[in-house]
Every structure is written in structure tokens, then in C-alpha cells.
């Protein structure tokens, strides 16, 4: 006599809740990651028009479409040595800088400005809106 063994049901794995699972880690990790890095600058706002006046005079700047730099009399690139020399003078006198772009201008251009700024020793930094030229 020929007897059949029983045979085992065959576990199946329901998928959905792992499927849900593997979602919810990746969601998990994209919204963890970083991936890239900010920089900051800190700055003040301003406080109005009271106190006392000072004679020091504030140095204007604007920052162009192609990333140069204008100022009162002058315009420099922003990576040149003359540009680095009128920061650490504007440094060392401890004249306020007010620094605005044009609307055409990138605004990494006017961040890096104001980095630049930043690493000359520039205590001072306003900044303004965007004009048009």
C-alpha cells in the first residue's frame, strides 16, 4: 500500500508590511541625510537712527551680474588683491559696509561677498535690497 505523505502548506511571507517597511526607512534616511553643507553668516538688525552720529563714512557696495564688485569710485573683482586691500583698510578703520546685488545677480555671488567681508574683519555688514540697473 502506497502511502502519501502529508504535505507541508508552503509559508508564504506577506510582502505589503515589508514593502511599507523598506519606504518608511527611506523616507527615514532622506530626510536625515545632509547633503550639502550651509554656511552662515550672523547678522544684526538694525536698531533705528537713535544714538549718537560718528563721523566714519559708510562704504557702499554692489555686487554685478558677472560677480565684480562697485563701489563709491570704484569696481573690483571679487578675488583680486586691490578688493582685498580696501576690506582690510574698511577693517581697520571700522567703517559699516552696506552691500545689495542687482536683481540679475546670483544671490552665491552676494554670499560670497559677504564672506569675503566676513574673513577681512568686516564687523559692520548691512545688507539691502536689489536693485535694478
Known amino acids: 500500500m502506497l502511502l502519501d505523505h502529508a504535505r507541508k502548506p508552503a509559508i508564504r511571507v506577506p510582502l505589503t508590511p515589508l514593502i511599507d517597511v523598506v519606504f518608511i526607512l527611506l523616507l527615514f534616511f532622506m530626510l536625515s541625510s545632509v547633503f ?22 559708510r562704504v557702499q557696495l554692489l555686487v554685478l551680474p ?21 576690506m582690510a583698510t ?25 564672506a569675503r567681508l566676513h574673513l577681512a574683519g568686516v564687523s559692520t555688514v548691512r545688507v539691502f535690497e536689489s536693485v535694478a540697473l
Open 90 to 114: 574698511w577693517a581697520d578703520e571700522a567703517r559699516p559696509v552696506a552691500i545689495g546685488a542687482t536683481r540679475d545677480t546670483p544671490v552665491q555671488y552676494l554670499v560670497d561677498a559677504l
Open 36 to 57: 550639502g553643507v550651509e554656511q552662515h553668516i550672523a547678522l544684526q538688525q538694525s536698531k533705528g537712527r537713535g544714538g549718537a552720529q560718528t563721523a566714519v563714512t
Open 66 to 86: 558677472n560677480g565684480d564688485i562697485k563701489g563709491d569710485a570704484e569696481t573690483w573683482q571679487a578675488t583680486s588683491a586691490a578688493f582685498e586691500d580696501s
